[in-house]
């Protein structure tokens, strides 16, 4: 049973990523799945989830309007960036209730 992240990356302002959280050994539409970040020093804050029965989203507020989360299947959970910010460097983590990745390293710089 594991969350495994990808799409990470370097990307200037303004530009786009696209994050992947593939889960293996259960399905996830039961479950609430969450994105959070976490930069050196301090702490994991949560960046948006998506409830499994009802598909409801929930955003930061400093992200609102520029991120996109959605679950594409059972076992995949994806986190649209856009228009990304400086702001938003920091190693991105999927989670579904205790079960947490490991992370992926988002950098906008320029």
């Known amino acids: 049973v594991q969350l495994v992240e990808s799409g990470g990356g370097l990307v200037q302002p303004g530009g786009s990523l696209r994050l992947f959280c593939t889960a293996s050994?259960?399905?996830?539409?039961?479950?609430?799945m969450s994105w959070y970040r976490q930069v050196p020093g301090k702490e994991r804050e949560l960046v948006a989830y998506?409830?499994?029965?009802?598909?409801?989203t929930q955003y930061a507020e400093s992200v609102k309007d520029r991120f996109l989360i959605s679950r594409d299947n059972p076992t995949n959970t994806t986190l649209q960036m856009n228009n990304l910010e400086p702001e938003d460097t920091a190693v991105y983590y999927c989670a579904a209730d205790d079960k947490w990745g490991q992370g992926t390293q988002v950098t906008v710089s320029s």
């Open positions: 998506i409830i499994g029965v009802s598909g409801k």
């Open positions: 050994g259960f399905t996830t539409d039961k479950y609430v």
